[in-house]
Structure formats: structure tokens, C-alpha cells
């Protein structure tokens, strides 16, 4: 299949072979960007809300944040200047630069860090903090975060949580924020566009954008607006990555937004007064055809047109990454496999066993192309092996709720473990995983073991040990299974050079423009 250009963007990588002159051309200080619909924040751009986390990690254009990360994804200091750890990893202590403001003009001080945070903690945010007990003000420019139990990747969760001053926050604080980064919010029409313009108090490197429009369009109107000219940046999908778009060339930026499933791994019962559980995917043997029994090279040559690669794992790309979860496909051998475990086929071609036919359901989100068409390719390819999958369109509500007792396709992908951990570990207070059901005491003793090691580092032996320690593990128990991951695509005016790009997470829009204060228009 022939591509317009492939350009991927890895850690260290310096973005080349861009660029050479277009029709429509933008004032060089400023750029234009669609994003999808969903990427709008629902609830305005409020940190305590979730603006800069969730489905679209992101460090915050309006706020600042304690630390950021680099290209590499290594830790870097932004209102931080200095931060340790107690001995028994229960206590950060964070000092911060005195000599930033709001653009209010009051100054940020310690108290709104611990404000911000102890009210992302009271609102069940987005931002993973439920390890923090809480945020205290030392003094004016140092802040303690005391936590309930040893958490090593708390550095990395200060660079998602955006800092709001406690003089100026309200409900309505989404709509019209103060911050202290490098964008000023100017405007924002819902389900339209956002305008941001260069703090010119930022007290950080220079900005080279002056302003950032992005528009909220959906697929067809994001292409349209790249071949009129009418944006400098267009995301797109791989059902439109092969349209022309002249003056603009297709940059492929790779990601770890890798989609799957989950299969509930215990059998159908009430637990706590809810209904969680599959008899059929409570089989371990039904698992493990399945994880065999899907061509995921097939999968991302048809639904992702080559524009991905297969996944075995939600941690595929990162150093916690365990390389022997990934598998051949082996229709013939998943079918021994069945009929071994007395899954036998009935008059219809459907697996039974006592009774039981192999026969499961799996919700997916209609409004997204991918997961609409994975489903249809996992429904069809199981089939061949005797496995019956009754596809059903569901909006998020309904998944959330549902995926107790059924096969969801979803979408996923961090710069952290806690991805392992927030689908593998149990919850707190409960016997199993919080999005499908699923336990294993030696997993999640090794990820308590990880979260107490000293260093992110020195955890990954942990992380590595959870999927699969030479005798269990995830990658035994296979509770969910992964099918592949999705480059992120945009259409790029010639002219436009967007600079190194972090591996994208899961989520197309925001992540891309992390470094558009750094992104120049070539003379």
C-alpha cells in the first residue's frame, strides 16, 4: 500500500523530511488545529475536573504544573525547583519558584499547590490520586503531599495536575481560567473552537506561537478543512490518511493508544449486590484461544490500514513492557485447545460444553470508527474457531457499568504502570479489578511491591514480575486481550514544523500540541 509520507516521531528523534511551501498561509506566529469533538473538555478547562488527564493526557496548556516531562519521557522541573521522598515513601516534599503569577498578577504560592490537589482528591478527578492522603502548605513556597501508602510514580503524576489559584477558583472556573503557563484562555465558543494567546508573563522559555486556535471538528470536516486550507494542522484517521490534501504532507506520530478487551475472569454470580461475571469467559481455556485465535496483523492492515501495530500488552513501548506476552496466531492450535477442555462443535458451528454454548457479548462505542470495526473483525475471526461474539453498539454510561459482565472493546494507553495496576489490581475495598472482574494475589503483591520500590526505575523488575514471573502472572490469566495500537495522524502544512513529539498516550488531540509553544513556520 502506498503512503504519502511516514513520518514517525520516537523519543530522541529530531522530525525531518517536513515542509516546503503552501497555498493558504497563516500569520507565522500563530497556527490553526482541528481536533476531534471529544477532545473538548465537557467540563471547561479545569484541572480539578479532569482538564489534562483521562482520555487525554496532557500537560496543561493554561496552568502550570510542578513537573513536566521531556521528548524521552524523563522528568524535568517546571514549578518545582527541588522535591525528596521520606524513607518510607509517605511523604513528597516540594519546594517551588517564588517568582511566578497568575495572570491576575497574584502570586502562585504553596497554598494554591495544596488547594489544587486536595481539591482533585475531594472530586474523584480524572488525575490518579487516590494514593494522596493529603496536601499541606510547609510554608509559602513548600508543599507536603503526605500519601496513604508508598506511591514512586508520584513525580510523574505532578506533571498532569494544572495548578489553580485558590483566590479565583469557582464552579465556573472551567470557562474562564486563571493560570500561570504558557496560554492565556481568550476564548472558548462550546462545540466550536478554543482561542489561546501567549502568556506574556510565562516565566518560562520563550513562546514562539503567539496564538493557538483549535477547532472541535469531526473526521469529514477536519479533512475538509485541510483541503481548503482553512487550518494548519487537520488530525485524521487511517480511513482518510490516503485523501489528498495539497500543501500539507501525512505525519505519522506514533502511540501507545492501543486497543483491546476485557474478558470477565470469574464465573456469573452477585457480589455486593451487583451482578458481575461471564460462565463463558470465566474459562481459562476459552481465554487463551481467544488471545491465539485472533490475526492481529490481519486486524491492522484492515482497520488501521498499516497505520498501527499489533499489541499484546496495555504497556507495549515502555521499559515495563513484558516482550514474551506477545503471541503467533494459531487458529488450528486455539481449536485443540477447545476441543482438549471439551468445547465441542455444535449443528451451528458454536463451541458447547455441558450445555454452555461459547458464547459471549461485546459492547462497543458506535460513534468510534476503530472500535466499531474491531468489533466486527473479532466477531468474525472468533467465529472461525467456534466462538460466537454478539456484537452491541453502547454508549460509555452503559460500558462502564456493563463491562462487570461483558466483553468491551476500549481504548487505552498512559506514560505510566499505573495503566497495569488501575486494570490488574483490585480495588481497594473489594475483592476484584475495578473496570472487569479479575483477581490474582501474586499480581497485585507484585505492584504493591513496585509502587514501594525506591525509583520508578528500580520497580520495572516488578512490573515485569505482575505480567508473568515463569509461572503466572497477567499474561497467564489473560483477563484482557490486546489487539493493537494506532499511530496518531494529522495532515501538516509544508511550511509548519511541529518539533520533536513524545509518544503520543491514548487520545488523539491535546498530546499533540504539548510543544506548540516551540512549533516554527519555515521562511
Excluded at 106 to 116: Q, R
Excluded at 167 to 191: C, D, F, I, M
Excluded at 207 to 231: C, D, P, R, Y
Excluded at 347 to 357: F, M, N, P, S, V
Amino acid at each position: 500500500m502506498e503512503k504519502k509520507l511516514l513520518v514517525i516521531v520516537l523519543p530522541g528523534m529530531i522530525l525531518t523530511g517536513l515542509l516546503a511551501g503552501c497555498g493558504v498561509q497563516t500569520h507565522k506566529d500563530s497556527v490553526i488545529v482541528t481536533m476531534p469533538v471529544s477532545a473538548e473538555p465537557e467540563d471547561g478547562f479545569d484541572p480539578i475536573h479532569g482538564w489534562g488527564a483521562g482520555e487525554h493526557i496532557h500537560e496543561p496548556l493554561i496552568q502550570s504544573t510542578l513537573t513536566s516531562t521531556t521528548v524521552d519521557l524523563k522528568l524535568q522541573n517546571d514549578l518545582a525547583v527541588d522535591y525528596n521522598v521520606s524513607e518510607d515513601g509517605l511523604t513528597w516534599t516540594v519546594d517551588i519558584r517564588e517568582d511566578v503569577r497568575f495572570t491576575d498578577g497574584e502570586k502562585l504560592t504553596a497554598k494554591d499547590v495544596a488547594f489544587t490537589y486536595n481539591q482533585c482528591r475531594n472530586s474523584r478527578s480524572l488525575n490518579d490520586l487516590s494514593k494522596l492522603k493529603e496536601a499541606e502548605a510547609v510554608d509559602e513556597n513548600t508543599v507536603e503531599f503526605h500519601m496513604n501508602e508508598p506511591f514512586n510514580i508520584w513525580p510523574y503524576t505532578m506533571s498532569e495536575v494544572g495548578i489553580v489559584p485558590e483566590h479565583a477558583y469557582s464552579e465556573t472556573y472551567g470557562k474562564n481560567p486563571v493560570g500561570s503557563g504558557r496560554y492565556v484562555l481568550r476564548q472558548w465558543k462550546q462545540g466550536e473552537q478554543a482561542v489561546f494567546e501567549a502568556n506574556p508573563d510565562y516565566y518560562g522559555d520563550e513562546i514562539k506561537t503567539e496564538k493557538l486556535t483549535v477547532l472541535f471538528m469531526n473526521e469529514e470536516e477536519s479533512l475538509k478543512a485541510a483541503q481548503t486550507g482553512k487550518t494548519d494542522v487537520a488530525y485524521t484517521s487511517a480511513d482518510y490518511a490516503d485523501e489528498e490534501a495539497a500543501g500539507y504532507q501525512l505525519q505519522e506520530l506514533v502511540s501507545v493508544d492501543t486497543f483491546g478487551f476485557n474478558l470477565p475472569a470469574v464465573k456469573e454470580k452477585e457480589e455486593g449486590g451487583t451482578s458481575i461475571g461471564n460462565d463463558v469467559t470465566a474459562d481459562l481455556t476459552i481465554r487463551r484461544a481467544i488471545n491465539i485465535g485472533i490475526d492481529r496483523d490481519d486486524i491492522v492492515e484492515k482497520v488501521l490500514k498499516e497505520y498501527g501495530t499489533p499489541a499484546y500488552g496495555i504497556c507495549d513501548k515502555m521499559p515495563w513492557y513484558k516482550v514474551d506476552a506477545e503471541v503467533s496466531y494459531a487458529p488450528d492450535e486455539a481449536r485443540q485447545l477447545l476441543e482438549g477442555a471439551g468445547w465441542t462443535t455444535g449443528a451451528d458451528g458454536i463451541r458447547e460444553k455441558d450445555g454452555l454454548k461459547a458464547e459471549f457479548t461485546m459492547l462497543y462505542d458506535p460513534s468510534d470508527s476503530i472500535r466499531s470495526k474491531l468489533a466486527g473483525e473479532i466477531s468474525a475471526q472468533l467465529e472461525e474457531i467456534g466462538i460466537r461474539v454478539n456484537l452491541s453498539g453502547a454508549d460509555r454510561d452503559v460500558i462502564y457499568n456493563e463491562a462487570q459482565t461483558k466483553a468491551v472493546i476500549w481504548g487505552l494507553g498512559s506514560h505510566t504502570p499505573m495503566e497495569l495496576y488501575n486494570l490488574y489490581h483490585s480495588e481497594r475495598g473489594t475483592k476484584y479489578a475495578k473496570y472487569s472482574p479479575y483477581f490474582n494475589s501474586a499480581v497485585d503483591k507484585y505492584m504493591d511491591k513496585a509502587l514501594e520500590a525506591p525509583s520508578l526505575e528500580t520497580s520495572y523488575e516488578f512490573w515485569l514480575d505482575a505480567q508473568w514471573d515463569g509461572k503466572g502472572g497477567i499474561n497467564g490469566d489473560l483477563p484482557w486481550i490486546w489487539i493493537c495500537s494506532a499511530d496518531h495522524l494529522y495532515f501538516v502544512k509544508d511550511a509548519l514544523h511541529i518539533g520533536e513529539q513524545k509518544v503520543h498516550p491514548h487520545g488523539q488531540g491535546w498530546s499533540l500540541v504539548n510543544n506548540v509553544d516551540q512549533w516554527e513556520w519555515k521562511a
